[in-house]
């Protein structure tokens, strides 16, 4: 905790934020980087070009606000996404987690409550606290799994305002099978709730035609929220987005901030998708890294999730603080998510996963769980 933290006592703080930390991966300069999921392929020179150029365009007129309706890039978007989309159905902000806020900050608040099904993505509950939202936090198999059944078992007896499907889920990786959110949808429209169903690592799964943007005609309480940060390696740019009925994108505009998208980020992140092709070029590469992961997890005896995502979760572990604190000494940080005998690991470039694949082997030989 930093010293700033530590005086937050001293501050007349809303009594539900006293004792809250906030959101955060430890930030080490080690030589391989795989706790936090970006994409660690290095950005295609190409693409740098075209960034580059569509920035210094704007530059020239940053003296001005930027579009507050950002249309060029919601066609843009709608472009790539498909299914019929248009741009009237495409909403962007700054990362995946000013799109969940908004949506929070429409149909949360006092009051109002939002439920997913942990252990999942570890913002949804500081959103909730940010916007005066309860949380609920329903429960998954031991497995980590969650079937249709349980799901809507949960949500008719808590009746939330909103729910929140992570999809693949974070941190196990795993994805929901379409049935299961069409269940959830038909439980939540019962009482008028909202599906949100975070698709941040959409473009990894084993089947990417499997995803919620085919659900959502003739469902305007589904909101499908995507981001540029994973697939597309932008994320130190901060680009997410949803797709939803035209009224769910004029609901958010209630509470964005004015001009809550800057030109710079716009211009960005049109060049980007304008060259989606050289971008989207590594996702087969990461997708073969991670199943290389879990293939090589699963002949170490541990216990691998399969993964629809970019990275993957593994249990099987002795110690898992001590096998984290092990490669981190060898120069390879990976997550540990608070969760018993298990850890999170990236998919990098092939050096990157190789690095981890021998670390963690020598870890498990030098405590004697591999022979």
Not at 46 to 51: F, G, K, T, W
Not at 67 to 75: H, M, Q
Not at 240 to 248: K, N
Request: aromatic share 8%.
């Amino acid at each position: 905790m930093t010293e700033a933290m530590e005086n937050l006592e001293n501050l007349p703080l809303r009594e539900d934020l006293r004792g809250r930390s906030p959101y955060g991966a430890p930030m080490l300069d080690v030589p391989v980087t795989l706790n936090v999921n970006e994409n660690t392929h290095p950005m295609p020179v190409e693409v740098v070009e075209a960034i580059t150029r569509e920035v210094a365009e704007t530059a020239k007129t940053l003296n001005r606000y930027p579009d507050r309706e950002f249309t060029t890039l919601r066609k843009e978007l709608a472009s790539y996404l498909g299914h019929g989309l248009t741009e009237n159905q495409l909403w962007a902000a700054n990362g995946s987690n000013e799109i969940l806020q908004q949506l929070f900050q429409v149909f949360g608040g006092p009051g109002r409550s939002v439920m997913s099904f942990v252990p999942t993505y570890s913002m949804y509950p500081l959103l909730a606290d940010g916007t005066n939202t309860t949380f609920i936090a329903g429960s998954r198999a031991d497995d980590f799994t969650l079937t249709a059944a349980s799901a809507v078992e949960q949500i008719r007896h808590h009746k939330p305002n909103l729910v929140v499907l992570c999809s693949p889920n974070n941190p196990t990786g795993t994805g929901l099978d379409l049935s299961t959110i069409e269940a959830v949808y038909e439980a939540m429209s019962e009482h008028d709730g909202i599906t949100i169903v975070d698709e941040a690592y959409a473009e990894f799964a084993q089947d990417p035609s499997q995803t919620a943007l085919t659900l959502l005609e003739d469902r305007p309480l589904l909101v499908v929220s995507r981001t540029m940060s994973k697939a597309f390696a932008l994320a130190g740019a901060r680009i997410g987005y949803f797709a939803a009925s035209s009224a769910m994108c004029d609901a958010v505009r209630l509470v964005r901030l004015p001009y809550h998208l800057s030109a710079v980020t716009q211009a960005t992140a049109l060049a980007a998708l304008r060259h989606r092709t050289q971008l989207l070029e590594n996702v087969e590469d990461i997708r073969s890294q991670r199943d290389r992961i879990v293939r090589k997890l699963r002949e170490f005896g541990l216990e691998p999730a399969d993964s629809d995502s970019n990275f993957v979760f593994f249990g099987g572990l002795k110690d898992e603080k001590a096998a984290w604190q092990y490669l981190l000494k060898d120069g390879v940080l990976v997550r540990d998510n608070g969760i018993a005998h298990h850890l999170r690991v990236t998919a990098g470039t092939e050096s990157e996963t190789s690095a981890f694949l021998e670390s963690l082997e020598a870890y498990l030989r030098n405590t004697g769980e591999l022979s």
